[in-house]
């Protein structure tokens, strides 16, 4: 298994591919909306068109909240962020009317990059119930004790078999692609805080949980 050493710039280039990626279909969506406003004039196609818009148009703008704090700034360096804004935007992205979003944790300011880290790993478990479920974020501890646990349950439930070993900063093919960047730069952030992230998948649920390094 080999260790991953990106270039800054590539590191760079992969995280805005990602991000360009989430966000694309929602803005074609909004384009394809105003082309039918702008040329179809049966009321039963705009008003299709006019709730493409609308959900599509908060669709984005809940993909690029969450990708504000989850790899943005968010911030100057050492800034803390509110756990509540991190709720708020995590719940944006995730509820909806198939997948059952849950958030306990204590309302504070936490530095960022432990928050950016939750919000990480929950992107990776999102992925793991493309079919909806029920996702649990639990965050407890304070401090240098900050610990962090995303569970999910649902049908299809399934873990892609290079997320465990790019959190870690390995790769079997010595290389990672837009697809793979996100969970290699959750380990990287999970490192920046000195902590690790611990992988459990069983048929029923995958858990991911953050924690201090051992000593």
């Known amino acids: 298994m080999n260790v991953l050493a990106l270039e800054s710039l590539d590191l760079a280039a992969l995280l805005c591919s990602r991000v360009c990626h989430d966000v694309i279909s929602p803005v074609g969506a909004i384009v394809n909306g105003l082309e039918v406003l702008e040329e179809d004039k049966d009321e039963g196609m705009r008003e299709f068109a006019m709730d493409l818009i609308r959900k599509s148009a908060r669709t984005a703008s809940a993909r690029l909240q969450f990708c504000r704090l989850a790899f943005g700034a968010a911030g100057s360096a050492g800034a803390s962020i509110d756990t509540g804004d991190a709720e708020k935007v995590a719940r944006g992205l995730i509820a909806d009317d198939r997948t059952q979003f849950n958030w306990t944790s204590p309302r504070a300011f936490m530095p960022k990059n432990k928050v950016k880290l939750a919000l990480n790993l929950c992107l990776i478990a999102s992925a793991c119930i493309p079919r909806g479920g029920v996702m649990n974020v639990v965050i407890e501890g304070e401090g240098a004790d900050v610990r962090i646990s995303v569970a999910v349950k649902g049908p299809n439930l399934k873990l892609a078999s290079h997320v ?21 730069f959750t380990g990287l952030v999970a490192r920046s805080c000195d902590m690790e992230v611990q992988v459990l998948a069983t048929s029923e649920e995958v858990t991911l949980k953050a924690a201090p390094k051992a000593a």
């Open 164 to 184: 465990a070993d790019l959190l870690e900063g390995r790769s079997e093919s010595g290389t990672v692609d837009a697809h793979g960047i996100q969970p290699y």
